[in-house]
Nanobody
């Protein structure tokens, strides 16, 4: 079973930046399309970014396009999400996972909380 550990969240002001990390272990990280998801209070979890196995193609939801950057390091089995120009509506728990048909697969990690507030 693959373990996924998200980190890097925190409390930031609007316009600030964060870099989230997703450390994977116990699986074949480099063989999967990976993605970042987020779940705001009272909302369903949504897919916000994906990256292909070799990192040559990425996708972003309209809500984050232009502000978020996804990357992966297969050697270190780690994926990153650089978030710039944070907005209050970005407040959510952020998760990483394998992506199949725009959905997460298998067990989820605990996520990392991002709170954007003045």
């Amino acid at each position: 079973q693959e373990q996924l550990v998200e980190s890097g969240g925190g409390l930031v002001q609007p316009g600030g930046s964060l870099r989230l990390s997703c450390a994977a272990s116990g699986g074949t990280f480099s063989t999967y399309i990976m993605g970042w998801f987020r779940q705001a209070p009272g909302k369903e979890r949504e897919l916000i970014a994906t990256i292909t196995r070799n990192g040559d193609s990425t996708w972003f939801a309209d809500s984050v396009k232009g502000r978020f950057t996804i990357s992966r390091d297969n050697a270190d089995t780690t994926m990153y999400l650089q978030i710039d120009n944070l907005k209050p509506e970005d407040t959510a728990v952020y998760y990483c996972n394998r992506v199949i048909n725009r959905s997460g697969f298998g067990f989820w990690g605990q996520g990392t909380q991002v709170t954007v507030s003045s």
